[in-house]
């Protein structure tokens, strides 16, 4: 069976999370992709938060799954004509470097289009035009800069980043996207494009709603929050959703750090609601009966479902919520994550040998194609397809062997 990519060859010139997140759906896909890294050194993260000394650091293994890794000095002439020959032979360019590194390389937009008219030039950058352009972004930048920490932790507390690589990762998904629909658009007109995704619009994309809600202000206080007070810009609202379900996160047994339950309260959930917690008298009384009566006391419905919550394991609720199909989900720590049978099953959660590093578990991909399977390989060492890629270019096993010793490869 083929896969949704096949015949795509993809030249990856990203490193550390946002553009290899970006490349690395791409070949689960199916996309060829060739990592171009620097001679002897290669991606940053090879060597950052090692776990193992002289072994590829997990930050990159889990990033770099399925790809072809090949080494060039795009300092040296040589290196700039190998260059040269491998932009006219793919259909994407990724790169993720710092604004006009790319152009300082002697490759603007115009010249990598002159080489290539069919190529998707692709670019995630920290920002778009204009005042922040030149700035240097990285994840809780973005999450900053993009409207997600304003209004994340609670009321009473500092601006909170949010666990999720949003900015990254998050970026990366969103430069897939573009990818594939500059890819699409070329089968009709037969030319390639120039795509870019800036962090910081990335981020505010997955903040719309947030945005929605300082509109909302204009015409009185949010009363889907918790906060007693209204200013004039969203406030930080701890677990609220801040829509039209109200829900909050409620204590479990033994009460861990992350013996804790999300219940979201819809209308049709708050009779059986009412009956688990042991007070069915308010599935009929008026003070309680409604959303609209629920609205001005929601800190104190919650509080009398955690007070039966504590009584029983996160596991237990979830089990007795969902008999009643009211929507919940249990607060899973990452080793509840990393060891849970399910997501494994599903291949959400991969195990992966490596030739140095040994097995170690990564996440396998998020989208699912039927008739594309993923099978998530391992990263590539070092330069580990410099012969094959430059094999499939021309090179033979002498010319190899001066563009190594001219320190080109």
Same mark, same amino acid.
């Given at each position: 069976m083929g896969k949704a990519?096949?015949?795509?060859?993809?030249?990856?010139?990203?490193?550390?999370?946002?553009?290899?997140?970006?490349?690395?759906?791409?070949?689960?896909?199916?996309?060829?992709?060739?990592?171009? &890294?620097?001679?002897?050194?290669?991606?940053?993260?090879?060597?950052?938060?090692?776990?193992?000394?002289?072994?590829?650091?997990?930050?990159?293994?889990?990033?770099?799954?399925?790809?072809?890794?090949?080494?060039?000095?795009?300092?040296?002439?040589?290196?700039?004509?190998?260059?040269?020959?491998?932009?006219?032979?793919?259909?994407?360019?990724?790169?993720?470097?710092? /604004?006009?590194?790319?152009?300082?390389?002697?490759?603007?937009?115009?010249?990598?289009?002159?080489?290539? /008219?069919?190529?998707?030039?692709?670019?995630i950058k920290g920002f778009g035009p204009g005042r922040y352009a030149d700035f240097k972004a990285y994840e809780v930048i973005a999450q900053a800069m993009g409207g997600a920490m304003s209004t994340t932790g609670f009321e009473d507390g500092p601006p909170t980043a949010t666990g999720a690589q949003i900015g990254d990762s998050g970026t990366g998904i969103h430069l897939v996207a573009a990818i594939l629909a500059a890819l699409y658009q070329r089968t009709n007109t037969g030319r390639g494009q120039r795509v870019q995704v800036a962090m910081q619009d990335a981020v505010l994309n997955l903040c719309r709603v947030k945005l929605r809600d300082q509109q909302r202000l204009a015409h009185g206080p949010l009363n889907e929050y918790p906060n007693d007070v209204f200013g004039d810009e969203v406030p930080r609202s701890g677990n609220a959703s801040g829509g039209g379900q109200p829900g909050w996160a409620v204590k479990c047994a033994p009460?861990? /750090?992350?013996?804790?339950?999300?219940?979201?309260?819809?209308?049709?959930?708050?009779? /059986?609601?009412?009956?688990?917690?042991?007070?069915?008298?308010?599935?009929?009384?008026?003070?309680?009966?409604?959303?609209?009566?629920?609205?001005?006391?929601?800190?104190?419905?919650?509080?009398?479902?955690? &007070?039966?919550?504590?009584?029983?394991?996160?596991?237990?609720?979830?089990?007795?919520?969902?008999?009643?199909?009211?929507?919940?989900?249990?607060?899973?720590?990452?080793?509840?994550l990393a060891e849970d049978a399910t997501l494994a099953e599903l291949g959400s959660v991969v195990e992966v040998d490596h030739p140095e590093r040994g097995a170690f578990k990564t996440v396998g991909c998020p989208l699912k194609l039927s008739d594309s399977p993923v099978e998530v390989e391992r990263s590539p060492l070092l330069g580990e397809h410099n012969a094959e890629v430059f094999g499939e270019l021309g090179y033979g096993a002498d010319d190899l062997d001066r563009l190594r010793a001219a320190g080109v490869i």
């Open positions: 990519l096949d015949g795509v060859r993809v030249l990856d010139m990203t490193h550390v999370q946002s553009g290899p997140s970006s490349t690395q759906i791409l070949a689960w896909l199916g996309a060829d992709v060739i990592k171009l &890294e620097t001679p002897g050194r290669g991606d940053i993260t090879r060597g950052q938060l090692r776990d193992l000394p002289g072994v590829d650091s997990l930050y990159f293994t889990m990033l770099n799954a399925n790809k072809r890794s090949i080494t060039l000095n795009m300092k040296s002439e040589q290196g700039k004509q190998v260059f040269d020959q491998l932009v006219s032979s793919v259909d994407v360019l990724v790169e993720n470097f710092g /604004p006009g590194v790319v152009d300082r390389f002697g490759y603007p937009w115009e010249r990598l289009a002159e080489l290539n /008219p069919r190529l998707i030039y692709a670019s009460g861990g /750090p992350n013996d804790y339950i999300y219940v979201i309260i819809q209308p049709v959930g708050w009779q /059986p609601i009412t009956r688990l917690i042991g007070k069915p008298e308010l599935a009929e009384d008026p003070d309680w009966a409604t959303p609209e009566a629920r609205l001005s006391k929601l800190d104190k419905a919650f509080s009398m479902i955690e &007070e039966w919550t504590e009584k029983h394991t996160k596991w237990e609720v979830m089990e007795a919520l969902n008999a009643h199909n009211i929507p919940c989900g249990p607060i899973l720590s990452t080793r509840e």
